[in-house]
């Protein structure tokens, strides 16, 4: 009993010292912030970067400008539209959106959740516009989208948008 006690004793006084020896081996671990702010400041450094990129998408739907959307498409992005249909790289993109984009008016995206990590970042909203269908019907159109962006140096491009419809 006697040298369980000892051992017991020699264990609890290691374990009290070893935090204070370590601080004291690693100055100025007190000064490391967080990783909750760490990762906060991060994201929205971000979210400064990608903001413009959101921007000049809905401008760019605005003013119907197919070369603009197109340049700011990685060469594997996906596009699938309120319709539920898919387009699986640059070139199918573009052309989806040619006929597509005369016929949407009001485009508004409104970015609810943005997300970061490495070189993607996340963005999902609710967004709202107008529609006019191949027979001229028009009709507004209510849901949400998904943004997925992926860096290449410094430039932001968009690798997935996906619209589902649905009131919001």
């Known amino acids: 009993m006697k040298h369980f006690r000892s051992v017991l004793a020699s264990v609890l006084l290691a374990a009290l010292w070893t935090p204070a020896m370590l601080a004291a081996q690693y100055p100025g671990a007190e000064l490391i912030p967080p990783y909750e702010q760490v990762r906060a400041q ?3 450094l971000i979210y400064r970067e990608v903001l413009p990129v959101i921007t000049r998408w809905r401008e760019s739907f605005d003013r119907a400008d197919l070369k603009t959307l197109s340049a700011m498409l990685e060469s594997d992005a996906l596009f699938s539209p309120i319709e539920g249909w898919i387009a699986r790289n640059r070139v199918e993109v573009t052309d989806s959106l040619r ?3 005369s016929r949407i008016h ?3 995206p409104r970015p609810y959740d943005f997300s970061a990590s490495g070189n993607m970042a996340y963005v999902f909203g ?3 516009y107008a ?3 191949a027979g001229g019907v028009h009709r507004d159109v ?3 989208f998904t943004m997925i962006l992926f860096q290449r140096g ?3 491009r968009v690798r997935s948008y996906v ?3 649905g009131e919001f």
């Open 142 to 144: 209510r849901g949400t």
């Open 42 to 44: 991060y994201v929205a």
């Open 154 to 156: 410094k430039t932001w």
């Open 163 to 165: 619209e589902r419809e």
């Open 99 to 101: 006929p597509r984009l």
């Open 126 to 128: 609710h967004l709202g």
């Open 131 to 133: 529609l006019t269908d």
């Open 106 to 108: 009001g485009y508004i």
